[in-house]
Nanobody
Framework: QVQLVESGGGLVQAGGSLRLSCATS????????MGWYRQAPGKQRELVAA???????NYADSVKGRFTISRDNTKNTVYLQMNSLKPEDTAVYYC?????????WGQGTQVTVSS
C-alpha cells in the first residue's frame, strides 16, 4: 500500500510562511510527478504546484511568485514553501504522487491563514 505522509500545516497570520513536507517510499518517489493540491470549504480540489522527476515545475497562477515546490531525492520528500500567505490560501492541502494512470494521495494537512 502506497503511503504519503504529510506534515507542516498550521495556523499563520497573513504575510507569514509555512513549509509543507510529504514523504513516501523510494520506489514511488523516484518515478512519480509529485504535486500539492488544496481544497477549501465548498470548493473543488485544485492543483497548487507540481514537480516532475526531472525537476520541471508548474504552479497555479494564484500562487506564482509566492510558493515554491521542491523535491529531495535523497529523502524521498517533496516540499511546498509558502510565503506571503493570504487568507484565501486557507484550505486542506494534499500531497499527490502521480505515475502513469495511477494517483496516490496523502491524508491532507490543514493550512489556516488569519487576516
Amino acid at each position: 500500500q502506497v503511503q504519503l505522509v504529510e506534515s507542516g500545516g498550521g495556523l499563520v497570520q497573513a504575510g507569514g510562511s509555512l513549509r509543507l513536507s510529504c514523504a513516501t517510499s523510494r520506489i514511488i518517489f523516484s518515478i512519480s510527478t509529485m504535486g500539492w493540491y488544496r481544497q477549501a470549504p465548498g470548493k473543488q480540489r485544485e492543483l497548487v504546484a507540481a514537480i516532475t522527476t526531472g525537476g520541471n515545475r508548474n504552479y497555479a497562477d494564484s500562487v506564482k511568485g509566492r510558493f515554491t515546490i521542491s523535491r529531495d531525492n535523497t529523502k524521498n520528500t517533496v516540499y511546498l514553501q509558502m510565503n506571503s500567505l493570504k487568507p484565501e490560501d486557507t484550505a486542506v492541502y494534499y500531497c499527490n504522487a502521480g505515475v502513469g494512470s495511477s494517483s496516490y494521495w496523502g491524508q491532507g494537512t490543514q493550512v489556516t491563514v488569519s487576516s
